[in-house]
């Protein structure tokens, strides 16, 4: 079964409104979970690390006042999309990896689609 | 982390074999190779992974070349279901990059009846 959940699946918004998304760990403890992006027909691209207890790091290119990230738990980070705009519509997946296990699992993915 | 190199799409009838290839020349010796898939519209599964020995799991198969420059990811009795985009990735567990895998374009395998 999963072992990472996102919420919700699938946003509508109004250009210029904040959208958050949850990801979750289920039946394990993470530390760090990643945020990737992926536009129609593209590739997964890495847009952050999410570190429990410390601020996130963005790679080279994301807005990182744009797109907060906050680890609230060792089971639950959080991604909110501020003042959305219609180029921000995309798939947005995290994903954690699983100490000892060398796996990482990816959650089922949010379309965020912004009018 | 390495790059790989996959090709862009690949058919399959249904019940038979697919082998998928994927070329790391540049692998490092403590570099993984995983495989995962994507298919449509939801996030990434882990199918499988290895170091240098052949792997197997209730999913595939992973065999890797002695030097370690090339593997292929088998599904030995492919579904219509296996329809998706797999992935290689060349990996290095640990270290400050632990879990910050990069995905290239991957394979489109398509399964046919």
């Known amino acids: 079964g999963a072992v990472v959940s996102q919420h919700p699946s699938w946003v509508i918004c109004k250009s210029g409104t904040s959208v958050k998304i949850e990801c979750r760990s289920l039946?394990?403890?993470?530390?760090?979970m990643f945020w990737y992006r992926q536009f129609p027909k593209q590739s997964l691209m890495l847009m952050a690390t999410s570190n429990e207890g410390s601020k996130a790091t963005y790679e080279q290119g994301v807005e990182k006042d744009k797109f907060l990230i906050n680890h609230a738990s060792l089971t639950l980070s959080t991604l909110t999309v501020t003042s959305a705009h219609p180029e921000d519509s995309s798939f947005y997946i995290c994903?954690?990896?699983?100490?000892?296990?060398?796996?990482?699992?990816f959650g089922p993915g949010t379309r965020l689609l912004v009018l | 982390d390495a790059k790989t190199t996959q090709p862009p799409s690949m058919d399959c009838a249904e019940g038979r074999a697919a082998n998928l290839p994927c070329n790391h020349s540049?692998?490092?010796?403590?570099?993984?190779v995983y495989w995962y898939r994507q298919i449509h519209s939801q996030g990434p599964q882990y199918i499988i992974h290895?170091?240098?020995n052949n792997e197997t799991n209730e999913m595939a198969s992973l065999i890797i070349t002695e030097d370690r420059k090339s593997s292929t990811l088998i599904l030995p009795h492919a579904t219509l279901r296996d329809t998706a985009v797999y992935y290689c990735i060349v990996f290095r567990a640990g270290g400050t990059s632990y879990g910050k895998l990069t995905f290239g374009q991957g394979t489109i395998l398509t399964v046919h009846p």
């Open positions: 540049t692998i490092s010796g403590n570099e993984y």
């Open positions: 994903s954690a990896p699983r100490t000892g296990m060398e796996t990482q699992y």
């Open positions: 039946d394990f403890q993470a530390t760090t």
């Open positions: 290895g170091l240098k």
